[in-house]
């Protein structure tokens, strides 16, 4: 046992560091004229960079990880236009929806009777073949 140790203060005992995680830096857009272009693109450690195609409706995000042994992250994005809707075409729009279910219920209900109609036309056809007279009780009856 050491009895001046109790005696130092605890100055010297280590405080634990918080470990603060950096973030990837966004280098911004940059027009290319091809997918290739874009990825051969050099991008620094610890660096990410948009890529707007040129010739095609294309975004690329090329990303590097913070070791230079990392493999770049490259991810592709299409560009979809998408059209502004007037009140009036979001209206007309509700209202062919609407009538599409109604038609579809009707159609599944066109259905059922086709399928009724059939079950009823073989039973018809049932009393039809055991109701026939054959051709001697005709003669008989005469």
């Known amino acids: 046992m050491y009895p001046y140790q109790q005696m130092y203060p605890s100055y010297y005992q280590s405080q634990p560091q918080q470990q603060i995680q950096p973030q990837i830096q966004n280098s911004g857009f940059v027009s290319v004229s091809s997918e290739t272009e874009a990825r051969n693109y050099p991008v620094a450690p610890g660096n990410s960079v948009t890529f707007k195609d040129e010739t095609a409706p294309y975004i690329y995000t090329k990303t590097m990880g913070f070791s230079q042994l990392d493999q770049p992250v490259f991810d592709k994005y299409k ?64």
């Open 79 to 142: 560009l979809i236009k998408e059209e502004q809707e007037t009140p009036v075409a979001k209206e007309k729009n509700d209202e062919l929806k609407r009538l599409k279910e109604e038609i579809k219920l009707t159609d599944e209900d066109i259905e059922d009777l086709r399928e009724e109609l059939k079950s009823m036309w073989g039973e018809i056809n049932v009393l039809k073949q055991s109701k026939r007279p054959t051709k001697r009780e005709k003669d008989g009856d005469d």
